[in-house]
């Protein structure tokens, strides 16, 4: 019987994820700014997340998204990373997430190659948005593969 190549549809979302995460730690080529500690994901939440590699975490994360959905910007990564707000006794809301956060994680894959700024085609009557670079989608399916070899 014959496999077919893996990609990055091919395998769980969680488990690539974390393989992704962890080689971005591993290659340090992530740069990791002071705040990183002290900084929240969203209006929404109340503390900083616990998990030390919540960054390396998020970055892969932004990666597959942008991997399986093309011409991603910074508005559209805020709706899909936001959440609902806790405001007491008055009813909950939805917030978007923080955008100095997510346009951090988008610069930093811009400087290693994995995506790039989309000015090809026009999405609901406007250019931009991101997409993943050849050497990104390289790099993506190798994790991938690694993962389904692994099973």
């Known amino acids: 019987m014959e496999r077919k190549p893996q ?3 091919d395998v769980p979302a969680a488990e690539f ?10 290659t340090d080529k992530l740069k990791i700014p002071v705040w990183v500690d002290y900084v929240k994901t969203g209006k929404n939440k109340e503390l900083a997340p ?14 597959r998204k942008v991997y399986l959905r093309p011409n991603l910007g ?8 936001g959440g ?8 909950s809301h939805y ?6 956060l997510l346009r951090y994680l988008v610069d930093q894959l811009e400087k290693l190659k994995i995506v790039e700024l989309d000015h090809s085609e026009k999405v609901r009557g406007k250019t931009g948005g991101r997409r993943i670079t050849r050497h990104g989608q ?8 690694q993962l389904a070899g692994s099973a």
């Open 74 to 81: 910074v508005k559209t990564l805020r709706k899909l990373y």
């Open 95 to 100: 917030v978007t997430a923080s955008g100095k």
């Open 17 to 26: 994820i974390a393989a992704y995460a962890a080689y971005l730690k591993r």
């Open 138 to 145: 390289q790099e993506l399916d190798s994790i991938a593969r």
């Open 84 to 91: 609902s707000q806790n405001n007491g006794t008055a009813p």
């Open 50 to 63: 616990y998990d030390k590699d919540w960054l390396y975490i998020r970055a892969a994360s932004i990666a």
């Open 7 to 9: 990609s990055v549809k």
